[in-house]
């Protein structure tokens, strides 16, 4: 007769970073798995150097999903050091997810961010994610499966999913659980990131004034925040931050015509700036250019990189 701690399976945890081209989905199925609750501890365990988008709590384990830019040819010394960064995360994490979206062919890209994955983490293990599954058809999503398993090898376990609509979700995260090795939760229970809420308040701003031109100011915008003041006798905290570009023409892609996209790149921040805290903000947005700060290690410094 087996006693009931005999049938428990142990707990597990791990580290799990996604990566894949720009727009596969990568922060949207971050955010998914989290679940919506965001709770900020100014503890930094020791266990890691790297971003902590979201931590994923479940009774038999906790993955800490790790954020990780991409790697790119670095022209600047912000290039360089962000592919240091990655290279660490590759080889650090207990799981890799390559993101490929469901409604697009595999292409060059893909291929290069696989063999990479590859080359800097030859034992990391693997999963092919196909994102964004209610976007197609079934006969779409199987081929896409095929496609991305023979691209990765059979090694790596593939599983497509929607972080929109949820199907898959939990698939997913039992995949990525599965893959980790037995261990302790590095977080106690309730603290879902460790990004102090500047920082995260510095995302929220720059996420909301990227969309749409990603691909003009790719990595030429960092968004300092200058003050955080709960306004004297009232519920509201007045949030000012400073949005920092390189050239005039990318300050009138952020402000838009007569402010019109600067306005709502306020409104949404607000919004999600308004969830963390917990009470109405005010938001004030400056748009400045700093020349060349993506080469400059002083402006660098200073606007965290
Ligand atoms: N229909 C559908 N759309 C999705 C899904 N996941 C993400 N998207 C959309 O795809 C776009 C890109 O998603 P992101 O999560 O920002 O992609 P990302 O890979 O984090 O992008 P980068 O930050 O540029 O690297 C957004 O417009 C999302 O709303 C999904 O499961 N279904």
Same mark, same amino acid.
């Given at each position: ?121 030859? &034992? ?8 964004? !599954?209610? #976007?197609?058809?079934?006969? $779409? /999503?199987?081929?896409? %499966? ?116 600067? &306005? ?8 999600? !700036?308004? #969830?963390?805290?917990?009470? $109405? /903000?005010?938001?004030? %947005? ?20």
């Amino acid at each position: 007769m087996s006693t009931p701690s005999s049938q428990t399976p142990e707990f597990r945890s791990g580290f799990v970073c996604f990566v894949g081209r720009p727009n596969t989905g990568k922060s949207t199925l971050t955010n998914a798995l989290v679940g919506d609750k965001i709770a900020i501890t100014s503890n930094r365990p020791q266990t890691t150097r790297h971003a902590i988008r979201g931590i994923v709590n479940r009774p038999d384990a906790q993955l800490i999903l790790i954020d990780t830019p991409g790697l790119h040819r670095p022209r600047t010394l912000l290039g360089q050091r962000l592919n240091d960064v990655v290279r660490d995360t590759y080889s650090e994490v207990d799981v890799i997810c390559v993101c490929i979206p469901a409604d697009e062919a595999i292409g060059p890209g893909d291929r290069r961010i696989v063999e990479q994955v590859q080359t800097i983490a030859p &034992k990391t293990r693997k999963v092919g994610v196909v994102t964004k !599954i209610d #976007r197609v058809g079934p006969e $779409k /999503v199987a081929s896409q %499966l095929m496609a991305l398993s023979a691209l990765m090898g059979p090694d790596a376990e593939v599983v497509p999913c929607s972080a929109k609509s949820g199907r898959q979700l939990d698939t997913l995260s039992d995949v990525l659980v599965s893959l980790c090795d037995e261990g302790p939760a590095f977080y106690p229970d309730g603290e879902l990131t460790d990004e102090p809420e500047q920082v995260l308040m510095a995302e929220f701003i720059r996420e909301a004034a990227l969309e749409g031109v990603r691909d003009e100011l790719p990595h030429s915008l960092a968004v300092v925040i200058e003050e955080v003041v709960p306004r004297d006798g009232s519920e509201i905290v007045d949030v000012y931050a400073h949005l920092f570009v390189e050239r005039d023409s990318q300050k009138g892609i952020i402000i838009g015509r007569k402010g019109a996209r600067l &306005k709502e790149v306020g409104t949404v921040a607000r919004g999600q !700036i308004e #969830r963390l805290l917990g009470t $109405k /903000v005010y938001l004030d %947005l400056h748009v400045k250019v700093a020349k060349d700060w993506q080469r400059d290690p002083k402006q660098l410094g200073r606007l965290g990189f």
